[in-house]
């Protein structure tokens, strides 16, 4: 069975704090995404890597970066937390030549 | 730009079947989605559909395609309290892996 896990299920920071959300797989996965998901907005892609050190902006890059040093991990930074970025995160992972994506439980950041 | 549309929410009694809707609007879709998010959790494939298919069925799941109206629905036949949960409608048009995600609708059932 594929495994996709987060560092943290629920994490509260103060505004202007550095965040590391972690998210690592365990099926050698080419492909990593993370996600954000508020109400009736549904999941928004913020930034997905498709090797390692490799990275491509989502729909809503502004105010995070990630990171891929190893294969199996994928890390999402927000540099200066906000109050409008407390939301739940979501990670997944996929090989080539499929999209089914793989998603981890979430982490539900809320910045105060 | 590619859109997909759901409506946020749909209330069902339990053993009535429940019908989820999902309009898009690229006709380049490749492969459909549904993933099912139960509360607290992440979210987990439930089915999927290639283009070429019009109907999917697995078990009390059905997936009905219609390309023309680029309209995707998924039936839950016997609805039980253990579908309650949010279901994503989700599309593959491009070659990065990345899918296009519908907002998600609340299956709320009702005793």
Redesign the interface.
């Known amino acids: 069975d594929v495994k996709v896990t987060q560092s943290s299920r629920y994490l509260v920071k103060r505004t202007g704090e550095k965040v590391f959300l972690e998210c690592v797989q365990d099926m050698d996965h080419e492909n990593m995404f993370w996600y954000r998901q508020d109400p009736g907005l549904g999941l928004r892609l913020i930034y997905f890597s498709y090797d390692v050190k490799m990275k491509e902006k989502g729909d809503i890059p502004e105010g995070y970066s990630v990171s891929r040093e190893k294969k199996e991990r994928f890390s999402l930074i927000l540099e200066s937390a906000s109050t409008n970025q407390t939301s739940m995160y979501l990670c997944a992972s996929t090989q080539d030549n499929s999209y089914e994506q793989y998603f981890g439980p979430g982490t539900r950041l809320t910045v105060t | 730009g590619e859109d997909v549309e759901q409506s946020?929410f749909l209330s069902v009694r339990e053993g009535d079947s429940s019908v989820i809707n999902c309009t898009y609007t690229d006709s380049s879709s490749?492969?459909l989605?549904w993933?099912k998010q139960e509360p607290?959790?992440?979210?987990?494939?439930l089915t999927?559909i290639f283009s070429n298919m019009d109907m999917k069925q697995d078990q009390r799941l059905t997936v009905l395609l219609n390309k023309k109206d680029k309209h995707l629905s998924l039936r839950i036949a016997d609805t039980q309290t253990g579908d309650s949960a949010i279901y994503?409608c989700a599309e593959?048009v491009d070659s990065?892996?990345?899918?296009i995600?519908?907002?998600?609708t609340k299956l709320i059932i009702k005793p």
Do not use: R, V
């Open positions: 946020l490749t492969y989605y993933y607290g959790a992440g979210l987990q494939l999927y994503f593959h990065n892996y990345q899918l995600w519908g907002a998600g």
